[in-house]
């Protein structure tokens, strides 16, 4: 996951005898582009084509979807730029250029107390965004790497206006739900195609990637660009230990029981059944994933590991007196910090965080309660959320045309009330607050029901009328959030001074401490900025058997049951004399990816996309906290399915024409 | 938690202050009984009169109700003893004798391999009490105490016809449900009576405890007596990192995704909600034990105390050479056991423990399937579960009128094998045998629609057939348990033979050493054996402020809300002004208690009852692994508030001149 800025070509030379020079890199970096929702995706015609995952846009086709025009069930093709639909709220962004601004930021914070440092750091890193976006017609978002050892500002491309171009039918997309999930051998054509236009016509693209039909054989060298989100490796331990016996937990039985509560649901009518069928997806996926980190942290080697190069690097730390003055302290801030983050995590979770209040009305309530006074400060003295450069955004989504479920959000609010009950207490004020003599459920389906925030007339009417529209409002949900606020100050407050301040501070010293004693040897914590990763198509050893990389189209017939989550969607059982079954479909690979990299472009030495990343196998879930290259791999789509499905399947000619086919 | 034959009087007159003599310990032994499903009571009249909670009798109440008429919702009491309904299947037993057998298990396994001595051991114990029982009209049960450290027979007298005599409403039973849980101040009237029968007749017992109205005072000595079930004080830290890292985690996001299940499913009907009303308050409770276990073992005071304490006895171990030799290799052999449990643990759980198999169906295949086989063999030679003297509570069990309500089956069928492939994979030979091309759902319909084993005159049939008969059924579902009793017996040979096998060598290994070391300074752990644990009528200082050990009747009416789970029922409602608001009502001590020891009696120094344990405090959930006398804390019923209700709300006048009420 190196950044563009500090890729190892050498590394990359002596490990896999290719060359990647500065213009490789330039393409790649500008050929790939991050969706809003943490997803990746890339360039793949000079007329603004993007390919990506088909989980990336799920929110939109639900968004484009009714309960008469179930677009998960039967896919979407446009044949023409015309029929192609508009995306609600989603927004695609490309890195055009990057600048170092760590001297900035140390020299604002040096010496400082911790909270004044982190007050500092904050103001500057709003100040310095907001100047370059004055300065130049680009978005600009500043980027810690190394927790706070560096730090940039990347600046973006942005293209606001996205449209549905193709996109195959859930069941192919995420064939074998998730019992398939994060396995291999796998059988999921998890791609769509989507455009961006400005000014309400197809945009010209500078750069995209060309289609190596054929793929990349085994053994050879392939690389992934993309925007991974979070990984955990130069963690301490004691936040290690935290995840472990706090975080992860607390994440498994939450959002198992709203799994429970949301597939039984989905089973009382067809439209609850829409509602639920791909958000079941995503929190499937995030329970796999914490499950597996959680036995990853229960692993003794690794965690000896991590401890004894803790201890190393401390060690050494303190065998320097400079270093020991200057970072000595940074493991014991840290626990100072995570012990005061246990005394306020329940109430920073529901109440600051929202856990309590789940959905969209609350969150839309929450923008609106909160950012129109943020709104009213001076920028750099904002909650960061709502700093100028982030101010678009925030617009964007909250006067967005996305329908409100209003059965979905009466499930996901009764049962988050529920647990800020269970979790906070009977007796706690907010939950006496909020609750009254009411239950979790009918004050639900009260708020939803009297609420006017899914409209987004209202919501920009309030948002224009400012703190005064806001404070007199008598829309339900803006009267809840408006009871939590002072408490969620009062949370984040603490949060942001006591355990955020301490924390960065002690990061910071620790990536010092590890630069001047190990060098940059390591790549950055993934941060959701522009990465790139290498490595090579291989399968793996798993309990004694070796996994062949490959997988072919004809082979998914062999595992459909014609049952969810193994059932194929009617075109493709009518192509299947068609089809030539022995086209390659996934491919496993050795490259580092994470959340975030979904919808990567997984491209050869000379440049050219060769696959589309969507998964890992079960061994990536430990990635979160280390890479372990003998079982960790990438899954991808390989070029040579998703054009065998485009032509065979789905007669999509025109695209294929569009593409760039070698 | 002491046992009635290791009783430390001297201890208790040194700190309370009070003399409690052998005819005390005699009376409150025969006086205190056991109810099969896992709870405590205590004899109440001469009559056969027993209390006990009202959670411990759910299962009758809902075996007693239907559709038309909720027991739960209504309450029952019988004003005279022909109105007494009998509870299916429930059994309740008396300590009456016990025999020392150590010396008799310890010579017939020393020197032998792990595997023969657990083979051997447990032979020994199959034929001990069944010639105990050949030998006198008791019912026999080994008892293993201090991990093997001893062995006893305890001999109990049994009564197989109780009946069900009163029980309040669920509503003030489990008032504040889920939330309230655990939790103190309380407003519980958690109580039920049943009566035990001979012949149709009610019983003359010849011990029982006088009621004392006016209870025990603040810091008045109080002694609970019961049977509660399981510690874990005595694991190695190994285990107990275990059961942190897997156990529990597991526990936790299985039981929240089917919690959530049912909580959906239960708006669907009324009669899911029925189905679901009691059952999900013990699933709720059990999800918030596993929780707070696991809290607990995240303290790393404590556990950085256990990681002490096994430190110092195994260097007090290995520093006497005789020690050492017999010992020594104790903790290892237990890593082991592990090691070789990590790799088994999914499929025993899921295929042997029948998790992927869950509900009444299932259970009555498994078994006939394996009863019948096991019956078939010597006594000795069975799976303990099997043996002769366990025989007649399977029968009992088998052909009890026990409804199956086959809504709730379906749902948990349904899960479980939903579960069972996403634990195992959906290409694990059992998934694909159990599943074939069926989703889990339309599966556990087809099973539940198709079966007939909730017919207690199928089972009786089958059962008596014997291994023909179910060899030849047709039933799905035991075609379903047969077709995984292979794989199922292959791992529970492995089990035995390399986890539990060791285990129990390491643990008598760990106990004699304990014994050698440190003498007999600690009670053993809890193993649903008789225990009396000492201690005083006192509340506790949470987050520093005092928590009061008594509540009142009438603040009941201030905690209300109306909604559930604090909805209080129409009987309180209309009595509210009748009653004497004053009366004590639930109140804390300082005893030492665990599940299990729910109905539980408390019991004065005179050897009256003063209240009736039914819970306790959020820090008691941490006894699992350790008492910390400073904040764990009994919860029980007051005397008075019993009386109270009894008179004022339900003129159980019959009720109160039967009991002796001093």
């Given amino acids: 996951m190196w950044t563009v800025h500090d890729f190892p070509s050498g590394r990359v030379k002596e490990s896999h005898d290719v060359d990647i020079g500065q213009e490789w890199l330039e393409r790649v970096q ?62 695609i962004s490309v890195l055009r250029d990057y600048e170092n601004i760590t001297a900035k930021v140390h020299a604002a914070t040096d010496g400082k107390t911790e909270s004044d440092a982190n007050q500092e750091r904050k103001a500057l890193l709003s100040r310095l965004e907001k100047e370059c976006e004055d300065s130049s017609d680009l978005r600009c978002e500043s980027v810690s790497l190394y927790h706070g050892g560096e730090y940039y500002l990347y600046k973006y491309h942005r293209y606001d206006d996205v449209r549905l171009v193709f996109a195959p039918e859930l069941p192919i997309a995420a064939f074998g739900g998730d019992p398939d999930n994060f396995n291999f051998p796998r059988w999921n054509l998890d791609m769509s195609l989507l455009r961006v236009y400005d000014n309400g016509q197809p945009t010209e693209v500078s750069h995209f990637l060309p289609w190596r039909a054929g793929g990349a054989e085994q053994s050879e060298a392939v690389f992934v660009s993309g925007h991974p989100g979070r990984t955990n490796r130069l963690l301490t331990v004691a936040e290690l230990e935290s995840r472990r016996s706090d975080y992860l937990p607390e994440q498994l039985i939450y959002y198992s029981e709203f799994r429970g509560r949301m597939l039984e649901w989905a ?49 050494a730390v303190m065998a320097q007196p400079e270093l020991a003055a200057a970072y000595g302290e940074a493991w014991e801030t840290v626990e100072r910090a995570l012990d005061t983050w246990f005394t306020i995590k329940d109430e920073y979770r529901f109440i600051e965080d929202r856990r309590g209040f789940s959905g969209s009305l609350t969150g839309f309530a929450r923008t609106l309660v909160r950012g129109t006074v943020e709104r009213e400060i001076p920028n750099e003295e904002r909650l960061r959320a709502y700093r100028d450069t982030a101010l678009p955004r925030v617009e964007q989504r909250l006067f967005a045309e996305t329908p409100v479920d209003s059965g979905f959000e009466v499930l996901g609010l009764a049962f988050s009330l529920d647990k800020l009950r269970e979790t906070l207490g009977p007796d706690h004020p907010v939950v006496k607050t909020v609750l009254g003599n009411e239950s979790p459920r009918a004050l639900a389906e009260r708020l939803v029901r009297d609420s006017r925030l899914s409209d987004p007339m209202i919501r ?78 291989e399968g793996w050893i798993e309990k004694g058997e070796p996994v062949y990389p490959f997988t072919t189209m004809g082979s998914t017939f062999d595992r459909a049951t014609g049952e969810d989550p193994f059932r194929l969607p009617a075109s ?65 789509v390989h070029v040579d399915g998703m054009l065998e499905a485009m032509k065979t399947i789905y007669g999509a000619d025109t695209l294929l024409e569009e593409l760039e086919i070698r």
Same sequence: chains 1, 2.
């Avoid at 990336?56 to 009714?66: E, F, T």
């Avoid at 896919?75 to 508009?86: M, N, S, T, V």
């Fill in 267 to 315: 089973r009382t009518s067809d439209a609850a059944a829409r509602q639920v069928q791909q958000r079941i997806l995503g929190y499937e996926n995030g329970i796999k994933v914490w499950r597996n980190q959680l036995r990853s942290l229960a692993d003794p080697v690794q965690m000896e590991r991590k401890r004894r190069e803790q201890a190393e690097l401390r060690a």
């Fill in 460 to 537: 920009k009417s309030l948002w224009e009328g400012g703190t005064e529209a806001v404070a007199s409002s008598d829309d339900p949900v803006i009267e809840l959030m408006r009871a939590i606020e002072p408490r969620a100050r009062e949370l984040r407050a603490r949060y942001d001074n006591e355990v955020e301040a301490p924390m960065s501070k002690a990061n910071e010293q620790i990536a010092k401490a590890r630069f001047a004693i190990l060098g940059k040897t390591v790549y950055p914590d993934a941060t959701f900025s522009l990465r790139v990763t290498y490595g090579a198509v």
């Fill in 30 to 91: 500008k050929s790939t582009v991050r969706l809003d929702g943490g997803c990746t995706g890339s360039f793949a015609s000079p007329e603004g084509l993007v390919l990506t995952n088909n989980h990336c846009v799920w929110g939109c086709i639900r968004n484009l979807s009714s309960d008469e025009e179930n677009l998960s069930e039967t896919g979407f093709l446009a044949i023409e730029p015309k029929e192609e639909r508009q995306c609600p709220g989603m927004r």
């Fill in 572 to 636: 493709w059982l009518k192509s299947r004399e068609k089809l030539n079954t022995d086209t390659r479909y996934n491919f496993s690979s050795t490259t580092d990816i994470i959340g975030g990299n979904s919808g990567s472009p997984v491209i050869n030495a000379a440049g050219e996309l060769v696959g589309l990343a969507f998964d890992g196998n079960i061994h990536s879930i430990a990635g979160s906290y280390w890479f372990d290259p003998k079982v960790n791999r990438t899954v991808s």
